[in-house]
């Protein structure tokens, strides 16, 4: 890697998806689209679900992830992020996507379990609220 490049490097839980040296990068963020660029600022970004586009002196390579937190240090950026997956064009990433998903995954298992007993847990607050209502109603 030259001082041209940023090494920019996208981590999963499980694996590394993406290490390579890039010319620019660019990020989806809450508030836009960020470039990353090798030699710039130290930054911390909460970088939003979708395409990164990352420039390499061989063309571009795309990545779909899940949205994450990216670290950049000037000569190194790193995404952290629950999902991701890479290729040289939309269409590669779709097909990858869909063979993930269509896996079954202990961590997808997990996190549906979650969500069930959230969806429980929540149902099971507002039927308090609501009995403790209709107490305090009857009492007037």
């Keep these: 890697m030259n001082e041209r490049d940023l090494q920019f490097v996208v981590q999963t839980p499980h694996d590394v998806v993406l290490d390579l040296a890039a010319q ?16 710039m600022e130290p930054a ?10 990352v420039r390499t002196g061989q063309g571009l390579t795309f990545v779909g ?3 994450g937190l990216l670290t950049v240090d000037g000569s ?5 992020t629950p999902l991701a997956v890479t290729g040289e064009n ?9 063979r993930l998903l269509s896996q079954p995954s202990d961590e997808l298992d997990a996190r549906a379990a979650l969500s069930r007993l959230e969806g429980r847990i929540l149902s099971e607050l507002r039927d308090e609220r609501s009995d403790r209502y209709r107490r305090e109603v009857l009492k007037t």
């Design 24 to 39: 620019s990068v660019r990020v989806l963020t809450e508030t836009g689209h960020v470039g990353l660029r090798p030699q």
């Design 44 to 53: 911390l970004l909460a970088v939003e679900a979708g395409i990164v586009n």
């Design 65 to 67: 992830s899940a949205g």
């Design 76 to 80: 190194t950026a790193t995404l952290l």
């Design 90 to 98: 939309e269409q590669q990433i779709v097909d990858e996507l869909q």
